[in-house]
Nanobody, 125 residues
Framework: QVQVVESGGGSVQAGGSMRLSCSASGYWHTRYCLAWFRQGPGKEREGVAS????????KYADTVKGRFTLSQDNAKMEVYLEMNRLKPEDSGLYYC??????????????????WGQGTRVTVSS
């Protein structure tokens, strides 16, 4: 059973940077799609970015494109979400999710069956 655990959340001022980590454990093979979702206050959970572990290909939501970068350390079974030029609207609970296989075309929750507990990000203006 694969599990993922997030870390690295906290508080930062607008314009600042933060890095989130997602660590995987359990029966892990190399062909996974790892993704980050977030849920702001009073909002639905939305997809932020995804990475396919085989070829490092990434996809980003338009709202974070150019500001967020997703990368992996395959040896450590970790994925990192580097967030720059943060805005107050980036605040929320950030979740790591995993799916065995290629990343879906749409970054939707329904495709992912492995979820972490979430880590909170607060961006103050």
């Amino acid at each position: 059973q694969v599990q993922v655990v997030e870390s690295g959340g906290g508080s930062v001022q607008a314009g600042g940077s933060m890095r989130l980590s997602c660590s995987a454990s359990g029966y892990w093979h190399t062909r996974y799609c790892l993704a980050w979702f977030r849920q702001g206050p009073g909002k639905e959970r939305e997809g932020v970015a995804s990475l396919y572990t085989v070829d490092d290909s990434t996809k980003y939501a338009d709202t974070v494109k150019g500001r967020f970068t997703l990368s992996q350390d395959n040896a450590k079974m970790e994925v990192y979400l580097e967030m720059n030029r943060l805005k107050p609207e980036d605040s929320g609970l950030y979740y790591c999710a995993a799916l065995a296989g290629v990343c879906p075309r749409d970054l939707a929750m329904r495709h992912f069956n492995i979820w972490g507990q979430g880590t909170r990000v607060t961006v103050s203006s």
